[in-house]
């Protein structure tokens, strides 16, 4: 019966992070207009909501997909170390050269947390305030569902 | 509606046409909440493994979570009355199927359709929509997701590898 249903276990996580949408790439007057108040050159902060989603066999032993404690540590070394409390553009090597949009954000914490090695990543979406939310589910078709 | 294959593939307007025949499917979702109390042990496994894998939720005594269950159908709204299926008769097989056997219960001890399972989130969706997927006979189930806490959710899905799903 398990075949035919597919689980997911999803995971939220909090960050706090700073980042300033500047391209290299504009003038400085089209960074102000296409970027408008999130081009404030110093910059400014959000408490981002990640939630993370894993798809997997539920082991019968455990009934569990993966072990939370498991997920959890993953997540913390590979994104909550590297990104909470921080400059995005200034801490983060991969927003030296793109722009930290939550779009560019989704994209950077999907790559870092695909190789968990006990489940299978699905899709991310990062909530940067109440009003926004962004997903990515990398190339992968089935990830796009919900 | 019936026709848009054969000659009317060679006009301009036949591609949209053929995808319209699914598009126009709506997903709608309806909450329910209820609290229950479960604990997580393995028999088969040693007092210790029981402690190392399951933490805190291995208390022999149990704890308690407020679930929260969001029920997803899918469907086409019936043109007569814009509905994918009746609120109401959702309402009332969430009410049978799963607030009557989950609500105020402790799972591991009285809910037989989870019997030699551990009640973890994701089992506990499984159970959730194997309930309610015969149960749902105008539009089909599309997702159920429960919540344990905020933080904490499983999703349970019809397997896209097993038959399509529109998405």
């Not at chain 1, 296409?34 to 400014?44: I, Q, R, S, W």
Request: net charge negative; with cysteine.
């Amino acid at each position: 019966m398990s075949g035919a249903l597919k689980i997911e276990l999803g995971r939220r996580y909090r960050f706090s992070a700073s980042h300033r949408l500047h391209s290299p790439h504009l003038s400085e007057e089209e960074n102000c207009r296409v970027f408008g108040k999130c081009n404030n050159p110093y910059g400014h902060g959000h408490n981002y909501v990640l939630e993370v989603s894993m798809s997997g066999n539920v082991d019968p032993a455990t009934g569990m997909i993966a072990n939370l404690s498991d997920l959890d540590a993953f997540v913390e070394l590979q994104v909550l170390d590297e990104f909470d409390c921080k400059s995005l553009n200034e801490d983060v090597p991969a927003f030296r050269d793109r722009v930290p949009t939550t779009e560019n954000l989704c994209i950077e914490i999907f790559q870092r947390l695909k190789t968990f090695p006990k489940a299978k990543l699905e899709r991310i979406r990062v909530q940067e305030t109440g009003n926004n939310s962004f997903e990515y589910a990398g190339d992968n078709p089935e990830g796009n569902q919900s | 509606m019936e026709e848009s294959s054969g000659k009317a593939g060679n006009t301009p307007s036949a591609l949209p046409n053929r995808r319209d025949k699914r598009t126009p499917m709506v997903l709608l979702t309806r909450k329910v909440e209820f609290a229950a109390s479960h604990l997580y042990h393995n028999p088969n496994l040693s007092a210790e493994e029981n402690r190392r894998i399951f933490g805190k939720c291995n208390n022999p005594h149990g704890h308690g979570h407020n679930y929260t269950l969001e029920v997803t159908v899918e469907g086409e709204p019936d043109p007569v009355t814009g509905m994918v299926l009746d609120l109401k008769e959702l309402k009332e097989i969430l009410e049978r199927e799963v607030m009557q056997r989950m609500d105020h219960r402790h799972l591991n001890y009285e809910l037989v359709e989870l019997a030699g399972q551990i009640p973890t989130c994701e089992n506990i969706a499984r159970v959730i929509w194997q309930l309610l997927e015969p149960k749902i006979t105008q539009g089909r189930l599309h997702r159920v997701r429960l919540y344990e806490s905020p933080d904490l959710f499983a999703d349970c899905y019809r397997n896209s590898a097993n038959a399509a799903r529109p998405s």
